[in-house]
């Protein structure tokens, strides 16, 4: 069975920083696509950070210059770090991976809590 398994939220002042990881298992084929999205009360899911195989990252506008997504592809894992976190940043963070075959998944999510 596919799992993702995210760590790393928490609550965390203005200003500050955390580093999520997600840590794929039980697939027989690589994830080619990796993401993290993010849902705040009352929105709908959003993309905010991506990247695919060989290294090519997208960002949406709001977290440009502050987040970064990367990946270890021999350990299966993928980061998210978030500096300067801001309020409007709270919301629960997801992982989701695509594999070659075109399956997706997600994990289950982690709070982020970024307090005034």
């Known amino acids: 069975q596919v799992q993702l398994a995210e760590s790393g939220g928490g609550l965390v002042q203005a200003g500050g920083s955390l580093r999520l990881s997600c840590a794929a298992s039980g697939s027989d084929f690589s994830f080619n696509i990796m993401a993290w999205y993010r849902q705040a009360p009352g929105k709908q899911r959003e993309l905010v950070a991506r990247i695919i195989g060989g290294g090519s990252t997208y960002y949406v506008d709001s977290v440009k210059g502050r987040f970064t997504i990367s990946r270890n592809n021999a350990k299966n894992t993928v980061y998210l770090q978030m500096n300067s976190l801001r309020p409007e940043d709270t919301a629960v963070y997801y992982c989701?991976?695509?594999?070659?075959?075109?399956?997706?998944?997600w994990g289950q999510g982690t709070q982020v809590t970024v307090s005034a």
């Open positions: 989701y991976g695509v594999v070659i075959t075109r399956n997706e998944y």
